[in-house]
């Protein structure tokens, strides 16, 4: 596509469930992030790909979080039994991947906002 | 580790006046990248500039330049002719040469009044 697309653009959900939030990155795009950002701050890193395998997950909280690409395009980011404490806006950001011209500069996309009551 | 900070929260401008936003940053890299992303209300971060620490010419987009300073590890944002479509949170960012994670401030509110 055109940009970089995130859904749901909101999802309000109760504490102990589970939520998956899906991003479908620019056409072409080999790399793949996920960040959090929460209300006041700055994004954090959660987890990066590099076609189908996630290179660097080292941002990812705990095991409640967990993200797939499995065909190298569409990605999906799940969290597991919800706390109140994950309510952020959840960014997805791709880019042409490395060693390519532009590689490090990532287009993001508009953000899910998840609320977890 | 790196760390990127934004020391002003929030800052106004005047429409047509110029506006200055401070970062520093932290790393032991001689080699990175930093940037800025503008985040209006829609929420979606755009890219502003880029600069890479090997080059000492600063980096100028169209009304958007740096200061950059490297021993200092000062990258500063001026904004020149300021218009109201400025007004967003604007991020400074950091990236290791062969990284893939940016490192983002606190960001700082820009607005613009008319």
């Known amino acids: 596509g055109a940009g970089v697309s995130q859904t749901p653009s909101n999802k309000v959900t109760e504490k102990g469930k589970y939520v998956e939030l899906r991003c479908d990155p620019i056409?072409?795009?080999?790399?793949l992030y996920w960040y959090r950002q929460s209300l006041g701050q700055g994004p954090e890193f959660l987890i990066y790909?590099?076609?189908?395998?996630?290179?660097?997950d080292s941002g990812l909280p705990n095991d409640r979080f967990f993200a797939v690409r499995p065909e190298g395009s569409v990605s999906t980011l799940k969290i597991q039994r919800t706390e109140r404490g994950d309510s952020a806006v959840y960014l997805c950001?791709?880019?042409?991947?490395?060693?390519?011209?532009?590689?490090?500069?990532?287009?993001f996309g508009a953000g899910s906002r998840l609320t977890v009551l | 580790a790196q760390t990127v900070t934004q020391s002003q929260p929030e800052m106004s401008v005047q429409e047509a006046e110029t506006v200055t936003l401070s970062c520093t940053y932290d790393?032991?890299?001689?080699?990175?990248?930093l940037f800025w992303y503008k985040q209006p209300p829609s929420r979606q971060m755009i890219l502003v500039i880029r600069q890479e620490a090997y080059k000492q010419q600063n980096a100028t987009e169209n009304r958007f330049s740096v200061n950059f300073q490297k021993a200092a590890k000062s990258f500063s944002l001026k904004i020149s002719d300021s218009q109201l479509g400025d007004t967003a949170m604007y991020f400074c960012a950091f990236m290791k040469e062969y990284g893939n994670k940016l490192v983002f401030g606190a960001g700082t509110i820009l607005r613009v009044k008319s």
């Open positions: 790393t032991s890299e001689n080699n990175y990248y």
């Open positions: 950001a791709s880019s042409p991947g490395t060693g390519l011209e532009g590689a490090n500069v990532l287009t």
């Open positions: 056409s072409g795009h080999t790399a």
């Open positions: 790909f590099q076609g189908t395998g996630a290179a660097d």
